[in-house]
């Protein structure tokens, strides 16, 4: 075990955190936990001012080296090729991978969703994911076997890996076959000291949803009586980057104000 210095649990200093769709709402909340900590941010987004404006507010919230890149995640080419830079630019070394891109959508019904949206779902959320992780993979494999071993992927999921809904097929979909590449990942890279996780957050107000029923509904719905913000997801990521979780790998961790605690 990593011998950890009192006072510096989740100290990021010298670590490098990539984080897919970290260019807003949820993805920027984890990078922001990490920069925090001073670790060096790689975002990928698919809107160059978006990502611009996340640079700032990243190098703002303490991280000593932000980079962006437009990528698209459902290509894999684009992962690929991107990935390879993000390393050489981190000085050959990533020390986190956050696999976040991703959309929401529903549909009035199953018979209602088009194969196309269908496909694009799978596309964005899970063979993006599988894109991502595999290059992760690929990575912190070689440096184990070069005698520097460890590192943390966190896979963003939902509460839709815990149940369906109306609606919401595609999606709950994308989300549960990611929760398989992550328990798989888990199994297969624990012996080269890497950790997998998932987190599932509840309702977070990122700005995409703009409907005050929802709002109530969901403040109303959890336990804490409030709706979650991207704030609320920083400080689970700066943990599972951390040398402080190096004994946690194969869970889904639930920031979701205790909407899965009462069911009843």
Not at 96 to 113: H, K, L, M, R, T
Not at 187 to 213: F, S
Request: glycine share 14%; hydrophobic share 45%; net charge negative.
């Amino acid at each position: 075990m990593t011998a950890i210095r009192a006072g510096s649990l989740f100290d990021l200093t010298g670590k490098t955190a990539l984080v897919t769709g970290g260019n807003g709402g949820v993805g920027l909340g984890y990078a922001a936990g990490m920069a925090r900590q001073g670790a060096n941010i790689v975002i990928w987004g698919r809107n160059e001012g978006k990502n611009r404006e996340a640079e700032a507010e990243l190098r703002e919230a303490g991280s000593p080296n932000v980079y962006s890149h437009c990528v698209d995640v459902s290509l894999e080419r684009e992962v690929e090729e991107a990935f390879a830079e993000a390393v050489k630019l981190s000085g050959g070394c990533i020390d986190c991978v956050v696999s976040n891109a991703g959309y929401g959508a529903s549909f009035p019904s199953i018979v209602d969703i088009p194969t196309v949206e269908w496909q694009h779902m799978l596309d964005v959320h899970l063979n993006g994911g599988f894109y991502l992780v595999r290059a992760a993979a690929g990575h912190m494999k070689a440096r184990a076997d070069a005698g520097n071993p460890g590192g943390s992927i966190l896979i963003c999921g939902s509460l839709s890996v815990f149940g369906g809904g109306p609606g919401m097929m595609a999606y709950s979909a994308a989300k549960s076959g990611l929760l398989g590449i992550m328990r798989s990942a888990a199994a297969e890279l624990a012996q080269y000291g890497v950790r997998v996780n998932m987190v599932a957050p509840g309702y977070i107000k990122t700005g995409i949803v703009d409907d005050p029923a929802i709002d109530a509904f969901s403040a109303q719905r959890a336990p804490l009586k409030r709706v979650g913000t991207p704030a609320d997801l920083e400080a689970i990521a700066a943990y599972l980057a951390s040398d402080g979780a190096s004994f946690h790998t194969g869970d889904i961790i639930t920031i979701d104000g205790g909407w899965m605690a009462a069911l009843f």
